[in-house]
C-alpha cells in the first residue's frame, strides 16, 4: 500500500519559515516526479513547486519564487519544502504528490497558517 505522510505545518508570523517534509512508503520516491500542492479554504488547489526526476530542475508558481524551495532525498524517500519569507496569502493545506504516468499519489496534507 502507497503512504505519503507530510509533516512540519504549523503557525508560524509573517516573515517566518517552516519546512515541510513528506515521507512515502511502498513506493520508492526516485522514479516519480515530485510537486507540493496547496489548497486555502474556498479555493482550488494549485501547484506550489516541482522537481523532475531525471535532472532535478524545479519549478515554482510565481508567487512563491525566491522564498520557496524544493528538494528531494530519493536515499531516504523523503521529499521537503523549506518555506521562508511566509506571508499570510500562504495559508493553506499543504500536500505533496507523487507523478509516473498513470500512476499518482498524494499525502493526506498539512496546515500551514501564516499570521499577520
Request: hydrophobic share 30%; with cysteine.
Amino acid at each position: 500500500q502507497v503512504q505519503l505522510a507530510e509533516s512540519g505545518g504549523g503557525l508560524v508570523q509573517s516573515g517566518g519559515s517552516l519546512r515541510l517534509s513528506c515521507v512515502a512508503s511502498g513506493v520508492s520516491l526516485y522514479e516519480y516526479g515530485l510537486s507540493w500542492h496547496r489548497q486555502a479554504p474556498g479555493k482550488e488547489r494549485e501547484l506550489v513547486a516541482s522537481i523532475s526526476i531525471s535532472d532535478g530542475s524545479t519549478t515554482y508558481r510565481d508567487s512563491v519564487k525566491g522564498r520557496f524551495t524544493i528538494f528531494r532525498d530519493d536515499a531516504n524517500n523523503m521529499v521537503y519544502l523549506q518555506m521562508n519569507s511566509l506571508k499570510p496569502e500562504d495559508t493553506a493545506n499543504y500536500y505533496c504528490k507523487a507523478l509516473r504516468g498513470a500512476g499518482v499519489y498524494w499525502g493526506q496534507g498539512t496546515q500551514v497558517t501564516v499570521s499577520s
